[in-house]
């Protein structure tokens, strides 16, 4: 089983950009389609992108369609979450997870397992 651990957080004005990365140990991190969740305070964690393993196909929430980038370099066993144009509504704790199997829409939490502990994202001038 996989195991993850995100950084990359940190507070940053509107506008700013941040890079989410989630490391992954194990060596079967290549065959796995990944993901991207927040959860902002006294919200649901809510589906942000994903990614096969490929990379070939990448998923969005309509909210960050445009400005968020997912990425993965399996040779470092790394997913990543380019954020740029950020704004206070995206403020949450953003976690990485393993897709069980890949969709083209309505992505869901019960598709995810093997999830990260989380890191906090704040967006405040």
């Known amino acids: 089983q996989v195991q993850l651990v995100e950084s990359g957080g940190g507070l940053v004005q509107p506008g700013g950009s941040l890079r989410l990365s989630c490391e992954a140990s194990?060596?079967?991190?290549?065959?796995?389609?990944m993901g991207w969740f927040r959860q902002a305070p006294g919200k649901g964690r809510e589906f942000v992108a994903a990614?096969?393993?490929?990379?070939?196909?990448?998923n969005y929430a309509d909210s960050v369609k445009g400005r968020f980038t997912i990425s993965r370099d399996n040779a470092k066993n790394t997913l990543y979450l380019l954020m740029n144009s950020l704004t206070p509504e995206d403020t949450a704790v953003y976690y990485c997870?393993?897709?069980?199997?890949?969709?083209?829409?309505?992505?869901?939490?019960?598709?995810?397992?093997?999830w990260g502990q989380g890191t906090q994202v704040t967006v405040s001038s």
């Open positions: 997870a393993v897709a069980y199997r890949w969709k083209s829409t309505g992505w869901a939490l019960s598709d995810f397992g093997s």
């Open positions: 194990g060596r079967t991190f290549s065959t796995y389609d």
């Open positions: 990614i096969t393993w490929t990379t070939s196909r990448t």
